[in-house]
């Protein structure tokens, strides 16, 4: 049974930091890729960031040079760092792993990912 358990989430005020991470069971973590994606209140779910098997890392324009993903291998865990938070960052961070070595499309796409945490709450205040 492949479990996926976020933490690090809470309330910041805009300009600080938070580091989330994602804790991974069940299934060869170095061998998969990992993502994370957030969804604001009424909005639809939304790709953040990702790295891959073999370490490439993408992330979505709005994140760009605030946010840098990490993985360790050692410790089953992907990590999202957090900087320069802006409110519109308020969202429900969610972690996802891909079944094989990829995503099975788009990486940023939900659809491409197999499975998913329940989610971490991130509030930033102004």
């Known amino acids: 049974q492949v479990l996926l358990v976020e933490s690090g989430g809470g309330l910041v005020q805009a300009g600080g930091s938070l580091r989330l991470s994602c804790a991974a069971s069940?299934?060869?973590?170095?061998?998969?890729?990992m993502g994370w994606f957030r969804q604001a209140p009424g909005k639809e779910r939304e790709f953040v960031s990702a790295?891959?098997?073999?370490?490439?890392?993408s992330y979505a324009d709005s994140v760009k040079g605030r946010f840098t993903i990490s993985r360790d291998n050692a410790k089953n865990t992907v990590y999202l760092q957090i900087n320069s938070l802006k409110t519109e960052d308020t969202a429900v961070y969610y972690c996802?792993?891909?079944?094989?070595?990829?995503?099975?499309?788009?990486?940023?796409?939900?659809?491409?990912?197999?499975?998913w945490g329940q989610g971490t709450q991130v509030t930033v205040s102004s």
């Open positions: 790295i891959l098997s073999g370490g490439e890392t």
């Open positions: 069940g299934r060869p973590f170095s061998s998969s890729s």
């Open positions: 996802a792993q891909s079944n094989g070595y990829y995503p099975v499309g788009d990486y940023d796409q939900t659809s491409s990912w197999r499975y």
